[in-house]
């Protein structure tokens, strides 16, 4: 039977979830940042506020809700 003080829970957390980012480089593109992370151009578009396709290197993107 486990331990109470064991189980982990949300007061006993070390750091706040936050998304993952990406940082994009030179021969990026938004489909191919969409394919690597699992998700679609239109929901890369949506997670980042993106109007456009533009992408510039250094740029940083959100990759996960």
Do not use: M
Not at 1 to 21: G, Y
Not at 35 to 58: A, I
């Amino acid at each position: 039977k486990p331990n109470p003080s064991d189980i982990p829970n949300a007061s006993s957390k070390k750091f706040i979830e936050q998304p993952s980012r990406y940082k994009v480089e030179r021969s990026d593109t938004l489909y191919s940042i969409a394919k690597r992370f699992n998700l679609s151009v239109s929901e890369l578009k949506e997670l980042n506020n993106l109007s456009d396709t533009d992408l510039h290197p250094g740029q940083t993107l959100v990759v996960s809700k």
